[in-house]
């Protein structure tokens, strides 16, 4: 099978070495479904240190885990012992992981039937959870008891909607029972492992279908943020389509609800310095949309990377909106595109002032000329910029003292 075939070198090398080797996960789930396929993930049973041996580029992520990451032509394989897991007494690590010979207990592990189906080296597909039915009916189903597999893991949960928004399946009936009734385990579940599952969530090409799901209601309202505000939900119902990520549907949330707070919103879902950025600017781009400042300013200021984001979250937000398109342009017919390309330097500006001291009104003053550049109240030309400056800034002002 072609999608499999990078995958191929890694099969043939335990096999030959003597052990046992599947491709498992959602690549296979995703191989069935006629859908472009993620990481490979292979099952073996080889232990980590034997893998590690056999293979010259090997990353050890998770040994005690039983998982080593294999590179091979530039592309990450996780490799991971096959194992069962004993009991999760604190909900989120199993006390001890077992490294077993036997696939079929690797796959009694795994969350659902549509997760669990292993494929070998021979194309022969090992189901014993019955996963391709459901995956043809389009059910997610628990493998085995689903609320003590709910239990042991709460995220299964979460990671349950966040399929039906991927993939537009329905919960199968016991599944859904068991997840109404076991919710209030997701508070055990740390904020960085709900964050990865949301993400995957708001992306979902069924966003809409799921967000209108009860489960994913009574499941969201027990997140920080979402359980802030008694309207939530209404907003999301609205939500037509996905969102480009996690971020950006906190940012549409927190806008319609005029949420300055969103600070304790990035450190409650542990956003990076630069997921904090980029949250921070569609926000920041959007307000300044509402006010009607002018569209050069707002294209100025945000980076081009993010316009479609910015585009996007205006379009949910606003009646009338601007395309992308329309704001790459703006972008084009910028005169400046950093305060660099302004006519007149910091330097030119002190010395039309000889006999001021060195301070902050010179960025004062640079940043008025950019504004107005931008804006086009003044043309980027030195002169002009110069004779604006001394006009406005006459040498006798007392607002220099500053
Ligand atoms: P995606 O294509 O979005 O990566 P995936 O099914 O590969 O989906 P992963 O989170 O990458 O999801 O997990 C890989 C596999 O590991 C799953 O298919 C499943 O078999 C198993 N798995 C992952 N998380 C859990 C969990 N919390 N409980 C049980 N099995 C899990
Ligand atoms: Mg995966």
Same mark, same amino acid.
């Given at each position: 099978?072609?999608?499999?075939?990078? +995958?191929?070198?890694?099969?043939? @090398?335990?096999?030959?070495?003597g052990?046992?080797?599947?491709?498992?996960?959602g690549s296979? *789930?995703?191989?069935?479904?006629?859908?472009?396929i993620?990481?490979?993930?292979?099952?073996?049973? +080889?232990? &980590?240190?034997?893998?590690?041996?056999?293979?010259?580029?090997?990353?050890?992520?998770g040994?005690?885990?039983?998982?080593?990451?294999?590179? $091979?032509? $530039?592309?990450?394989f996780?490799?991971t012992?096959?194992?069962?897991?004993?009991?999760?007494?604190? /909900?989120?690590? %199993?006390d001890?992981?077992?490294?077993?010979?036997?696939?079929?207990?690797?796959? +009694?592990r795994?969350?659902?039937?549509?997760?669990?189906i #292993?494929?070998?080296?021979?194309? +022969?597909?090992?189901?014993?959870?019955?996963?391709?039915v459901?995956?043809?009916?389009?059910?997610? /189903? #628990?493998?085995?008891? &689903?609320? #003590?597999?709910f239990?042991?893991?709460?995220? /299964?949960?979460?990671?349950?909607i966040?399929?039906? =928004?991927?993939?537009?399946f329905?919960i199968?009936?016991?599944?859904?029972t068991?997840?109404?009734? =076991?919710?209030?385990?997701?508070?055990?579940?740390?904020?960085?492992?709900?964050h990865?599952?949301?993400?995957?969530?708001?992306?979902?090409?069924?966003?809409?279908?799921?967000?209108m799901?009860?489960?994913?209601?009574?499941?969201?309202?027990?997140?920080?943020?979402?359980?802030e505000?008694?309207?939530v939900?209404?907003?999301?119902?609205?939500?037509?389509?996905a969102?480009? !990520?996690?971020?950006?549907?906190?940012?549409?949330?927190?806008? @319609?609800?005029?949420?300055?707070?969103?600070k304790?919103?990035?450190?409650a879902? *542990?956003? !990076?310095?630069?997921?904090?950025r980029e949250?921070?600017?569609?926000?920041?781009?959007?307000t300044?949309?509402?006010?009607?400042? %002018?569209? &050069?300013?707002?294209?100025?200021?945000l980076? &081009?990377?993010?316009?479609?984001?910015?585009?996007?979250?205006?379009? *949910?937000?606003?009646?009338?909106?601007?395309?992308?398109?329309?704001?790459?342009?703006?972008?084009?017919?910028?005169?400046?595109?950093?305060?660099?390309?302004i006519?007149?330097?910091?330097?030119d500006?002190?010395?039309?002032?000889p006999?001021r001291? *060195?301070g902050?009104?010179?960025?004062?003053?640079?940043?008025?000329?950019?504004?107005?550049?931008?804006?086009?109240?003044?043309?980027n030309q /030195?002169?002009q910029?110069?004779?604006?400056?001394?006009? !406005?800034?006459?040498?006798?002002?007392?607002?220099?003292?500053?």
């Open positions: 099978m072609d999608v499999f075939k990078p +995958a191929e070198p890694i099969l043939t @090398r335990l096999i030959e070495a052990y046992e080797a599947y491709i498992v996960g296979v *789930r995703d191989y069935l479904l006629g859908r472009p993620n990481d490979i993930d292979i099952a073996t049973s +080889a232990r &980590p240190e034997d893998v590690s041996a056999l293979f010259s580029q090997v990353i050890p992520v040994i005690e885990h039983g998982t080593v990451i294999v590179r $091979h032509d $530039h592309t990450s996780e490799v012992t096959l194992r069962e897991e004993t009991t999760y007494s604190d /909900r989120r690590h %199993p001890k992981v077992n490294f077993v010979t036997d696939v079929t207990k690797d796959l +009694a795994r969350d659902f039937t549509m997760n669990a #292993a494929l070998t080296q021979m194309d +022969a597909l090992i189901d014993p959870f019955g996963g391709q459901d995956i043809n009916h389009k059910r997610i /189903r #628990a493998v085995g008891n &689903p609320a #003590a597999r239990n042991e893991d709460p995220l /299964r949960m979460l990671r349950a966040r399929f039906s =928004s991927q993939l537009g329905a199968e009936q016991k599944t859904k068991a997840l109404t009734e =076991s919710l209030a385990l997701i508070d055990h579940v740390s904020i960085e492992r709900i990865v599952e949301l993400d995957k969530f708001f992306q979902g090409v069924y966003l809409h279908e799921a967000l799901l009860e489960e994913t209601e009574q499941l969201l309202l027990r997140l920080p943020f979402f359980k505000f008694t309207t939900m209404d907003d999301l119902k609205r939500v037509k389509r969102f480009h !990520s996690l971020i950006d549907a906190l940012v549409y949330i927190g806008f @319609r609800h005029q949420n300055t707070a969103l304790s919103v990035y450190e879902y *542990r956003l !990076s310095n630069v997921q904090k949250a921070n600017m569609l926000y920041t781009s959007l300044c949309y509402q006010s009607q400042q %002018p569209l &050069p300013l707002i294209a100025y200021h980076t &081009p990377q993010l316009y479609h984001r910015f585009t996007d979250l205006a379009d *949910r937000l606003f009646d009338e909106t601007l395309s992308l398109e329309d704001l790459t342009k703006i972008h084009q017919q910028l005169p400046i595109h950093s305060k660099q390309d006519a007149l330097s910091g330097n500006v002190m010395q039309l002032f006999e001291k *060195r902050r009104w010179i960025g004062h003053i640079l940043d008025q000329l950019e504004e107005k550049i931008i804006t086009g109240e003044l043309p /030195r002169e910029l110069k004779e604006w400056v001394i006009w !406005s800034y006459p040498i006798e002002k007392k607002s220099f003292n500053y």
